[in-house]
């Protein structure tokens, strides 16, 4: 994949940006001296992310768009070459989440969670390609999470949206490569758990309070992530050393890590505390602009999902093991 042009030449406009890895990615992009346009709905934390941008040494822009509105993502894409002059590279970031068992999540909740997370992707992608193309070239990164890859019960809409992602950046590649745009990369980003306010802001129908399931990583590690991928892009990206760890695991032996994954994040994602049923951010913007959701980042948890995914790696081994050797006997019987 080409190399994009160098950061401190590059406009980058970033969604879901006014909180959490969207926030954190425009403030590692402004430290290297890019231009950032930072996009979600809340335009006060806009503002305020935009300003820390400046005060890091960047220029920005900030945008109020609401990406499940493909005019009002078409708008941002010409906003930000508008202001800077050329367009290198679109960072969707953009997401929110339901939680629950499947038939206790509405209807509405889960569209509107695949319209954010997935179609607002789409309209990224739509509104991002014919200004890469006119630059000679550039980067899309799509925030995909480790749950493009694996899954996690209480999380359906979410993981079906991050699956939906994952496929449509594969697609989207090979389309590209076959029409001789293969100038304009496309890469996935997969995090494990980060620590920022999404887990206060999901809506909930658990009945109980959420928690960011462990190793909890601070953003930081997704928007370093990010940068290198606009310096030099890869198809796939890990970010955090658990993501690397389960999504090997899973390929290894789907059956079981599904099922140890199940086991641990029914007792590792909810509190003691009793919730009552809400909506969060799903349809209503939380107005924050903070960067994390303060879980004290991966410290608190490290050693007790070490030793959680320590067990579950060991039980993969034994598994695939056994397999291996059911099979050969079958071949010599």
């Given at each position: 994949m080409p190399l994009t042009r160098n950061l401190d030449d590059s406009t980058v406009v970033i969604t879901g940006a006014s909180?959490?890895?969207?926030?954190?990615?425009?403030?590692?992009?402004?430290?290297?001296?890019?231009?950032?346009?930072?996009?979600?709905?809340?335009?006060?934390?806009?503002?305020?992310?935009?300003?820390?941008?400046?005060?890091?040494?960047?220029?920005?822009?900030?945008?109020?768009?609401?990406?499940?509105?493909?005019?009002?993502?078409?708008?941002?894409?010409?906003?930000?070459?508008?202001?800077?002059?050329?367009?290198?590279?679109?960072?969707?970031?953009?997401?929110?989440?339901?939680?629950?068992?499947?038939?206790?999540?509405p209807v509405a909740e889960f569209r509107r969670v695949l319209e954010v997370d997935l179609l607002g992707a789409v309209h990224g992608i739509k509104a991002a390609l014919p200004y890469l193309s006119a630059a000679g070239g550039g980067v899309l990164v799509n925030n995909a999470s480790v749950l493009a890859e694996v899954a996690m019960p209480y999380q359906s809409a979410y993981n079906t949206a991050k699956h939906g992602i994952r496929g449509l950046a594969d697609t989207l590649r090979q389309e590209l490569r076959v029409t001789g745009r293969s100038q304009i990369s496309v890469c996935t980003v997969l995090p494990a758990t980060i620590d920022t306010p999404f887990f206060r802001h999901a809506a909930n129908h658990s009945g109980r309070e959420l928690l960011p399931p462990p190793p909890v990583y601070p953003p930081e590690v997704v928007a370093e992530t990010i940068v290198r991928l606009l310096r030099r892009p890869r198809r796939e990206a890990y970010a955090g050393g658990a993501a690397r760890l389960v999504g090997l695991q899973w390929r290894l032996a789907p059956a079981l890590v599904e099922r140890a994954l199940g086991w641990y994040a029914q007792r590792t994602q909810f509190g003691p505390g009793a919730r009552l049923d809400t909506s969060g951010n799903v349809f209503q913007p939380d107005g924050q602009a903070s960067r994390d959701g303060g879980w004290h980042g991966r410290r608190r948890h490290l050693v007790r999902m070490t030793a959680a995914f320590g067990l579950a790696a060991a039980g993969t081994a034994v598994g695939t093991l056994a397999a291996k050797n059911r099979r050969s006997r079958s071949g010599r019987s």
């Open positions: 909180s959490g890895i969207g926030a954190a990615t425009a403030y590692a992009l402004a430290r290297r001296g890019a231009a950032v346009v930072v996009a979600a709905r809340s335009e006060p934390a806009l503002r305020q992310v935009a300003q820390r941008c400046r005060e890091l040494g960047g220029r920005a822009l900030a945008v109020p768009t609401d990406v499940t509105d493909l005019e009002s993502v078409l708008m941002l894409a010409d906003r930000a070459v508008d202001e800077f002059g050329h367009l290198d590279a679109w960072v969707n970031n953009a997401a929110v989440s339901a939680v629950g068992l499947f038939d206790e999540i």
